[in-house]
């Protein structure tokens, strides 16, 4: 797949946009109202600002909201949505959508930078994190890159952690150099996932999940022209094992998906083939799996990581395709919701 292919579906006079460009300005808006949306910020002796979004800060849904929106480096929209059905699925829902969504979710949005730290590294405890956002397309560390055709520049950029404590100075100094930016270039925004602003921009994911199972399938990329989607947005549980259970369950049993493909093999294709359901751990809350497996995600059925329920409609046929289902009971068992007994 090419540059070209990647970005066919921008207008001309952004064949090839910068992600971390895009972006500039929701970290400006996050940054310059920090203490409204809950976000701490603190900055290095260098220069790059940190912005803690719930491991010391509070955060917010609001953040949560405007940090998905970074990650998928400012070509998607994410907003809540209260859900007021007379039998709702949950009854605060997030709703993604985006006209590029190739470069959005596995360009920008896909969490697979890897950044570790030994405990003599940092002088205290060893340190794990997968970045996601738009640095990732300034570093290069990952093979997509490469099967995408992409590569960005500019001369700031900004990194989300999904971790529970801030980064340590030597992963600090991996970033800059792997991105190229100066010390005052550089945001990081750490997000825990049993954090409110960590569990709104993981569930915001429900589109990008759905475009790395397509990516898993080999189905050609430039296929994709459109993505939507929504997930239920459970409350984040305080242990970080139950809290990443209920948002890998929101959208493994919760999230709905629609894409809009060009050729209608592949709508039928992915209408059978996407869906969760496929999996053979299906069917059981995500932290039992994880639990189950030793914490060890590389032994869970890569077929899992899927929405629950697809619609693709085919640009070729005008037919739209339908396959997977929600499993209200299965969260409603997890996360409660059931009246109480007077």
């Given at each position: 797949?090419s ?15 910068s ?36 491991v010391?800060?509070?955060g ?19 907003a ?10 949950w009854?605060t ?9 190739v ?6 949005q ?10 003599e ?6 340190f ?12 290069l560390?990952e ?16 990194l ?5 404590r ?5 992963v ?6 792997d ?8 945001t990081?925004i ?9 569990t ?43 809290a ?5 369950d ?14 209608d ?17 299906y ?13 060890d ?5 890569p ?11 085919s ?18 068992a ?9």
């Open positions: 797949m540059a070209s292919d990647l970005t066919s579906d921008l207008p001309a006079s952004s064949a090839a946009p992600v971390n460009a895009l972006s500039e300005r929701l970290v400006d808006r996050l940054t310059g109202d920090a203490a409204r949306l809950g976000v701490a910020l603190t900055t290095t002796a260098a220069g790059t600002v940190i912005a803690d979004a719930g010391a800060a509070r917010s849904i609001d953040a949560g909201v405007l940090i998905a929106r970074i990650c998928m480096g400012g070509l998607g929209h994410v809540v949505r209260s859900n007021l059905d007379a039998t709702p699925l009854p829902m997030i709703d993604v959508r985006t006209s590029s969504p470069l959005a979710c596995l360009g920008s896909y969490a697979g930078w890897s950044l570790a730290a030994t405990k590294q940092t002088g205290g405890k060893k794990f994190s997968l970045g996601s956002g738009p640095a990732r397309a300034l570093a560390k093979p997509l890159f490469a099967e995408l055709g992409y590569r960005d520049r500019h001369k700031r950029g900004v989300v952690l999904e971790v529970d801030l980064p340590p100075q030597v600090i100094d991996k970033v800059l150099h991105c190229g930016l100066a010390p005052d270039g550089l990081l750490v997000t825990p996932t049993q954090s409110v602003a960590g709104v921009q993981v569930v915001a994911r429900v589109v990008e999940v759905a475009l790395h199972k397509t990516h898993v399938l080999g189905v050609p990329l430039d296929e994709v022209v459109e993505g939507s989607g929504s997930a239920p947005l459970p409350p984040p549980a305080p242990d970080g094992i139950q990443m259970g209920r948002t890998n929101a959208i493994l049993y919760g999230g709905r998906v629609h894409l809009s493909v060009r050729s093999e592949v709508a039928r294709r992915l209408a059978i083939e996407l869906p969760a359901s496929n999996s053979r751990d069917g059981r809350p995500f932290a039992d799996i994880f639990t189950a497996f030793n914490y995600f590389y032994q869970i059925d077929a899992l990581f899927a929405p629950a329920e697809v619609w693709v409609s640009l070729e046929s005008g037919a739209t395709y339908h396959g997977g289902q929600l499993d209200g009971a299965l969260l409603q997890q996360w409660g919701g059931r009246p109480i007994a007077p």
